[in-house]
């Protein structure tokens, strides 16, 4: 297949969703200061898809962690290990952009262990 009609055939399919099974993405947000954070989530982005974050403001206690809503995908996992970009703006200060790799569970992990009947 030429290099044009592979692109065009792979933007097809993800227009058009996977075979594969939806995946939830977590983004969970830890404050380690001593006051609470205003945290803008501007940016999350990845071969799963540009996500619109819900609340796209989340306020975090000091010493707690806070998550928004879960992310779900319907163009489904082809690895282990995705690059997703992240972008965050404290109240008051500059944009902050991050790469960060998410990996699979199951990869982390290992298989379930099997059970014996």
Do not use: C, W
């Not at 058009?16 to 983004?27: A, F």
Request: zero cysteines; hydrophobic letters at 35%; a negative charge.
């Amino acid at each position: 297949m030429e290099p044009e009609q592979a692109f065009a055939d792979q933007n097809a399919r993800r227009a058009l969703g996977s075979p594969l099974p939806p995946v939830t993405t977590r983004l969970k947000l830890q404050n380690r200061g001593t006051e609470t954070l205003e945290i803008e989530i501007l940016e999350v982005n990845s071969d799963l898809g540009n996500f619109a974050v819900r609340p796209a403001k989340i306020s975090v206690p000091p010493g707690e962690t806070a998550e928004p809503d879960p992310m779900i995908s319907q163009l489904g996992v082809t690895s282990d290990e995705i690059p997703v970009k992240v972008t965050l703006k404290k109240a008051g200060g500059a944009a902050q952009s991050q790469i960060v790799t998410v990996i699979s569970l199951q990869h982390a992990y290992g298989p379930e262990p099997k059970t014996k009947e």
